[in-house]
């Protein structure tokens, strides 16, 4: 059973960036998980970022943070990033990593809370 830790959430102003990191701790073996990253503002739905696979070769974005966001991942560290810039208000969320398991993202972290405001 993995759990994962995110940090680097905080405030900043629009057009600025973010590094979120996930770290993951894995207590039975050394399991390297695809991981998605999500958030959720208040009032909306869970929202899918992006995804790499577990050896990092492969990753995916949704249309609202294709090429402003980059996710990346130390295999040796087991730490998943989420590299955020030109961050805009409708940013503002508690973003989320996930561990996916048989096609599931079936471990969470607790979130951590960005907000973009002037």
């Known amino acids: 059973q993995a759990q994962l830790e995110e940090s680097g959430g905080g405030s900043v102003q629009p057009g600025g960036s973010l590094r979120l990191s996930c770290a993951v701790s894995?207590?039975?073996?050394?399991?390297?998980?695809?991981m998605g990253w999500f958030r959720q503002a208040p009032g909306k739905e869970r929202e899918f970022l992006a995804h790499i696979s577990a050896g990092g070769g492969i990753t995916s974005y949704s249309d609202s943070v294709k090429g402003r966001f980059t996710i990346s991942r130390d295999n040796i560290k087991n730490t998943v990033f989420l590299q955020m810039n030109s961050l805009k208000p409708d940013d503002t969320a508690v973003y989320y990593c996930?561990?996916?398991?048989?096609?599931?993202?079936?471990?969470w972290g607790q979130g951590t809370q960005v907000t973009v405001s002037s």
């Open positions: 996930a561990a996916r398991v048989l096609g599931q993202y079936q471990y």
């Open positions: 894995e207590r039975t073996s050394n399991t390297y998980y695809d």
